[in-house]
């Protein structure tokens, strides 16, 4: 019993250095699901979410794993608290296939952290 919540201490503190604890500069905390129209990974702990015109980085609170499926063949589920999606709340990342074999609880839980906007690149 002992082991397990030594190992949860450090998962922890790792998952606390991954994702900036205080507001960055010009950030959110929020955005409407609805107006999502895509996502990439950037490595295993960074979203980008392009939310209507706006561009949106958002770094995870630990690694999450499988997260590079989405740049292929992988999807994103959404678990918003309320009508918007906010620092905190979980995303799956899952294969479509395996979803329906296994379906969507199989895949790994990632939480959010703050939305970060991108500057649109210049031409």
Not at 45 to 61: E, Q
Not at 90 to 116: H, K, Y
Request: net charge neutral; glycine share 8%; with cysteine.
């Amino acid at each position: 019993m002992m082991i397990a919540f030594a190992g949860s201490l450090m998962l922890s503190s790792a998952a606390m250095a991954a994702a900036p604890a205080s507001k960055p500069a010009g950030a959110v905390s929020c955005i409407d699901p609805h107006q999502m129209e895509g996502t990439s990974a950037e490595g295993d702990d960074t979203i980008v979410f392009r939310v209507g015109s706006k561009t949106y980085r958002n770094h995870l609170a630990s690694a999450c794993p499988a997260l590079s499926r989405l740049n292929s063949f992988g999807s994103l589920a959404t678990e918003p608290w309320g009508s918007q999606l906010c620092r905190g709340d979980s995303v799956r990342v899952f294969d479509q296939n395996e979803a329906r074999t296994i379906g969507l609880m199989g895949a790994p839980r990632c939480r959010l952290g703050w939305f970060e906007p991108i500057a649109p690149a210049r031409p």
